[in-house]
């Protein structure tokens, strides 16, 4: 790692080598990383180490091995002023009830140094964003879960942090909840510039909000990539099709036409990975734009009815046995050796 400000300029976390051991079991085990500003996911199922990095990220635990640094600042020595400048939201529900979220934000901005107006300011602004204003006086113990959620957000806005941790922010929301809390996270870069680490055990909401991916397994890192990557790489394409009376087999059919066409096509019920996939759903591998169109002409051609066509959210077990990791362009990612995975045990779920 160098100086702090060309490190600040490329990278916001750079872990070295960072290792964590609890006496039964091994939370961290060598994971060296660099992330770039911007939106970062990190994947893994439960127990996959996220919230212990989120931990020795803030300084409030020590690594047992390794370093690392966050904005430039290393978190062995710097946790205060690393948590000066960087918004954590916690996993579990830390909320008191009796109090309201103007007043509990307001405390968390004057904990973390503003003077009271600009608390009292900042806090109306922050719950504006993230669309709690009209609520901001009732007590947090009859919020929703959702409420609650965005409420652990702007605390961890309040302060105008440079970059925000965020620790499951869509656990227990409901798909609109979901949505609407990525939307409100990928806003958080776009209007402010706050750079953040997002966690979950689902890729596939990850993927939509994020830059760049960081997928871990038993405290191994097993792949970082742009998200783009991710998704050119393993994309798949769903297609499901009618029957016509000149056609009577249409899903045989088109799987026939498409293999002609030199596309890779898994038969219906089948996706490469083993998982189901409904009766007389296709899935055909994206190689590039031209597969929608060879797709489109093909089902044209045979006059079958076009039910429907749509990019297929992959399993993570396709990332977990895809080679080695990609990293984002001309960035130096993982110096760690990379643990091959003999099989795709405790991994997350695709959402
Ligand atoms: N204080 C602790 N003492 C002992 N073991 C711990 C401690 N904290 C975490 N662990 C263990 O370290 C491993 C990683 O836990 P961690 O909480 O970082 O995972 P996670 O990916 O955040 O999962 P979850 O979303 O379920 O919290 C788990 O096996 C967990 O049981």
Same mark, same amino acid.
């Given at each position: ?22 006496? =039964? ?41 390794? *370093? ?14 690393? &948590? ?35 608390? *009292? ?6 719950? =504006? ?57 990928? =806003? ?123 990019? &297929? *959210? ?38």
């Amino acid at each position: 790692m160098t100086g702090a400000t060309t490190v600040e300029s490329v990278t916001v976390i750079a872990t070295e080598s960072l290792s964590k051991r609890y006496p =039964r079991v091994t939370a961290l085990d060598r994971l060296s990383v660099d992330v770039p500003p911007g939106v970062t996911g990190l994947v893994g199922a439960n127990g996959a180490g996220k919230s212990t990095l989120i931990k020795i990220l803030l300084g409030l635990s020590p690594a047992t091995e390794g *370093r690392a640094s966050v904005l430039g600042l290393d978190v062995a020595t710097e946790g205060p002023a690393i &948590r000066e400048r960087v918004g954590y939201m916690p996993e579990h529900d830390c909320l008191p009830p009796d109090v309201s979220a103007t007043e509990f934000v307001v405390h968390m901005a004057r904990m973390s140094g503003l003077p009271p107006t600009a608390a *009292r300011e900042r806090t109306a602004d922050t719950l =504006r964003h993230v669309g709690l204003y009209e609520e901001r006086y009732r007590p947090m113990g009859g919020y929703s879960t959702g409420m609650k959620q965005r409420v652990k957000l702007a605390q961890a806005l309040v302060h105008d942090p440079k970059l925000v941790l965020l620790d499951e922010p869509t656990n227990g929301l409901d798909p609109v909840g979901r949505d609407e809390m990525l939307g409100l996270i990928r =806003r958080v870069h776009t209007d402010f510039g706050i750079s953040v680490l997002v966690t979950s055990h689902l890729l596939g909401e990850l993927e939509r909000t994020c830059d760049q991916v960081v997928v871990i397994d038993g405290g191994r890192l097993l792949r970082f990539s742009a998200t783009d990557e991710f998704t050119q790489a393993t994309g798949s394409l769903a297609v499901e099709v009618t029957d016509t009376d000149a056609c009577p087999d249409g899903t045989a059919a088109l799987h026939a036409a498409l293999t002609r066409e030199g596309l890779a096509v898994q038969p219906a019920g089948h996706a490469a990975d083993g998982s189901p996939v409904p009766g007389r759903v296709l899935l055909v591998d994206v190689a590039d734009e031209s597969t929608y169109d060879t797709v489109r002409d093909a089902v044209a051609g045979l006059g079958l009815g076009l039910v429907r066509m749509e990019a &297929r *959210r992959h399993r993570i077990a396709e990332v977990f046995h895809d080679g080695p990791e990609q990293r984002p362009a001309g960035r130096e990612a993982d110096r760690s050796e990379r643990q091959q995975r003999d099989q795709n045990g405790g991994a997350p779920d695709a959402a």
